[in-house]
């Protein structure tokens, strides 16, 4: 469970900055009466995204009996595309407009998979640069 959290941070923190720079300043969106920035919550959408699709890809995927190539290419399609749908999502509530919406499943998307490269990169127990736990 630590980590899919750390691989969640990651992901939402990489995924907060690019909506950043793709999009700039859209304005606050309205959350539960909160007024949030919008990379803020593309990030916790993204984070939130990543938790799902590793959830999904630990417990139905693995379980299906299947061959191991096959697997991986599951669980890359499923994990691109859950947070890429997040993303979108989120984005879209933000008040990116309707023609943005592939660069916001793709900012998702790839957030997703490059959160999860920099944690295998420099958070990972095994092969990490730092050493968190």
Same mark, same amino acid.
């Given at each position: 469970m630590k980590e899919t959290l750390?691989?969640?941070l990651s992901s939402g923190v990489i995924g907060g900055i690019?909506?950043?720079v793709l999009f700039g300043d859209a304005g606050a969106i309205s959350v539960f009466n909160m007024d949030l920035n919008?990379?803020?919550v593309s990030g916790l959408a993204i984070g939130v995204g990543s938790v799902a699709s590793d959830l999904v890809s630990e417990n139905v995927i693995?379980? /299906?009996n299947l061959p191991q190539n096959i697997v991986s290419t599951e669980e890359l399609l499923i994990q691109f595309g859950l947070s890429g749908i997040a993303a979108s999502v989120a984005l879209s509530l933000a008040g990116v407009p309707t023609a943005n919406l592939m660069k916001s499943f793709l900012l998702g998307g790839g957030?997703?998979?490059g959160g999860d490269y920099a944690y295998c990169m420099l958070l990972s127990p095994h092969?990490? /640069?730092i050493p968190i736990f």
């Open positions: 750390l691989k969640a690019a909506t950043t919008p990379a803020l693995q379980n /299906m957030s997703k998979l092969h990490g /640069m």
